[in-house]
């Protein structure tokens, strides 16, 4: 299966989720938590949606999650798109059972509810940035 990369990596241009990039710079999966309340927050929001705090901070937790969904892309819907290719929807125990969207890297079709876990890619250069890619444990 081809290692995806597309360009669109980076922070958002709201730019509320740089904390998220960061982490992945430093080798950690970062995810919104509000210090007001304890909520964990994702997508990344300026303003907690439980209490209404401003600015939540990151914590990292453990890139292990369970596959909640999952789909095969064969239509080139970027130029730089080598089809085809494998998404998966990552919920995480330990943040809540938040659900993030990545690569898959594994060579046989995800399961759903099946533990995944992250590893880490660094990017290739350095107008880019890093990425988080699952596979099956
Ligand atoms: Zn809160």
């Known amino acids: 299966m081809a290692r995806q990369r597309f360009g669109l990596e980076g922070p958002s241009h709201t730019g509320h989720d740089v904390g998220h990039w960061d982490g992945l710079k430093a080798g950690e999966l970062r995810i919104q938590r509000c210090g007001a309340c304890a909520e964990w927050i994702w997508v990344a929001q300026p303003l907690c949606p439980s209490c209404h705090a401003f600015d939540p901070g990151w914590e990292a937790v453990e890139p292990d999650g369970v596959v909640y969904a999952w789909t095969r892309t064969w239509r080139a819907f970027h130029p730089s798109a080598e089809v085809?290719?494998?998404?998966?929807?990552?919920?995480?125990?330990?943040?809540?059972?938040?659900?993030?969207?990545?690569?898959?890297?594994?060579?046989?079709?995800?399961?759903?509810?099946?533990?995944?876990?992250?590893?880490?890619?660094?990017?290739?250069?350095?107008?880019?940035?890093?990425?988080?890619?699952?596979?099956?444990?």
């Open 84 to 137: 085809p290719y494998t998404t998966v929807l990552v919920e995480l125990p330990q943040a809540g059972n938040k659900r993030v969207l990545g690569l898959y890297t594994g060579a046989d079709d995800p399961v759903i509810g099946s533990r995944v876990r992250g590893e880490f890619e660094s990017a290739p250069d350095e107008n880019s940035w890093p990425l988080i890619r699952w596979s099956a444990v």
